[in-house]
């Protein structure tokens, strides 16, 4: 993931910017909705900016949907509630894209 998420960062650094901006400057609101319009552009930029992404997205289908679940789960705990659940399942995440993006470099 870590891979992964510094070639997002690298190449989307305006759209994650203006993600990360909304999400903390709505925190107290329906932030997930309120940057629906932000995540989407950043989502797209990392589909078409980083070309294993949507590799990494299918292997990790079930890992990642775990993970999003458990934060839907959690959404109205606080910050450590939520680490306490999820931790365990963003690690799920994070070795299974480090796994995925092992192998595309192998290739």
Not at 36 to 64: F, M
Request: proline share 3%.
């Amino acid at each position: 993931m870590d891979t992964s998420y510094n070639l997002v960062a690298e190449k989307c650094a305006k759209q994650m910017a203006e993600y990360q901006a909304c999400v903390e400057n709505n925190q107290s609101s329906d932030w997930p909705t309120i940057c629906l319009p932000q995540s989407r552009a950043l989502s797209l930029c990392a589909d078409t900016a980083v070309p294993h992404l949507a590799e990494v997205k299918s292997e990790c289908a079930g890992s990642i949907a775990s993970y999003r679940a458990c934060l839907d789960r959690n959404a109205s705990k606080s910050d450590e509630e939520v680490e306490r659940a999820c931790t365990g399942l963003m690690r799920g995440v994070w070795e299974c894209s480090e796994r995925v993006m092992n192998e595309v470099k192998g290739r």
